[in-house]
């Protein structure tokens, strides 16, 4: 049974925006801790942003702060990453995932989440 769905990726002009969307079904939907990941051609997969389910904790990786925002409906069991001024250097496989447990310092690590999307691509063009 799926559990995540990411939609909202496409090709965009460096400067322009995107919305990507993560749909959570099943047990994901009741997870405290969510997160966009990324992961490019021949590099490590990373952390962008998480937010707990309460809205009481959020996390921007360095090169995304100012520009990309997380946010979520907890009522449609959705969560959204709006990125704005892209570059062509935020081009990557986008994967939202969710943590069964609350999470410390191992936030970052993608090994603790427990669901996984199927991945959306954004390419950004110069």
């Known amino acids: 049974q799926v559990q995540l769905v990411e939609s909202g990726g496409g090709l965009v002009q460096a400067g322009g925006s995107l919305r990507l969307s993560c749909v959570a079904s099943g047990r994901a939907s009741s997870g405290p801790v969510i997160g966009w990941f990324r992961q490019a051609p021949g590099k490590e997969r990373e952390i962008v942003a998480g937010l707990s389910r309460s809205g009481s904790s959020t996390y921007y990786a360095d090169s995304v702060k100012g520009r990309f925002t997380i946010s979520r409906d907890n009522a449609k069991n959705t969560v959204f990453l709006q990125m704005n001024s892209l570059k062509p250097e935020d081009t990557a496989v986008y994967y939202c995932?969710?943590?069964?447990?609350?999470?410390?310092?191992?936030?970052?690590?993608?090994?603790?989440?427990?669901?996984w999307g199927q991945g959306t691509q954004v390419t950004v063009s110069s």
């Open positions: 995932a969710v943590s069964m447990v609350p999470l410390g310092s191992d936030y970052f690590r993608a090994s603790v989440y427990h669901y």
